[in-house]
């Protein structure tokens, strides 16, 4: 079916189930599918279809632009960041005086303190706060969730990874991105329980599975806002 409101149109498709509410899901390409309870009279869908309109046009648009590949970063005032899941906007700041360039979150933006007003400059100094911001969070996670296991991290490192969020190796040395600093405090939280389930085994067996969902049930979740998110998590 197709329907016009404010302005744009969607394309979706209804399907009528053993239910007793109506399900709007959209999947990876941006197909709409509605599942309602049989007998659910088409003015009934599409007055929930307007009701959620603005949340199914965001969602259109993300897919849109996760499709297209990594976002292109600019380095100026207003431009969105992610950080522990939210987007801010930057606000940047010369100062001659500093000894290094850095970032500040100031509860609604981040503002960046550099030395030159150079694109370079700015996109360094935040990922040196992504660094530090990461390292921070994730050492936070694993003092939450040691008490879980019974062998400790012998070290804790932040890579600039291209393939992975995190990595475990045998001498029970634990790496993550600096990306993860973009993502909800959950979605860290899992990847920490992820590595840190590898200290106990190593391979991604049915032991494994069955611990990371022992300490994190809705682990499938935050994979899933990864999977859907990593497009974004860039600067």
Known sequence: MIHTYLGKTIRFEIKYKNRTSIGISIDGYGNIEVQAPK???NERVIQLLEEKWDIIQQKLKEMKDRLHGPQKKVYEHGENFLFL?????????????????????????????VKLLEDEKVKQA??????????????KSISLYQSHFKPKPR??????????????????RLTFNWRLAMAPQDVI???VIHEMCHMVHLNHD????????????????KENWLTLSNWKMTV
């Open 126 to 139: 935040l990922k040196r706060f992504y660094y530090q911001q990461c390292k921070s969070l994730v050492e």
């Open 85 to 113: 899941g939210n987007t801010y906007p930057i606000q940047i700041f010369q100062d001659n005086h500093i000894e290094q360039d850095y970032v500040v979150f100031e509860g609604d933006r981040l503002h960046i303190y």
């Open 206 to 221: 049915r032991s494994f599975w069955r611990l990371v969902g022992k300490i994190m049930p809705d682990y499938k979740e």
């Open 155 to 172: 070290s804790i490192r932040i890579s600039d990874s291209k393939t992975t969020w995190g990595t475990c190796d045998s001498n029970l």
């Open 189 to 191: 939280d899992y990847v």
């Open 39 to 41: 007998g659910t009279p």
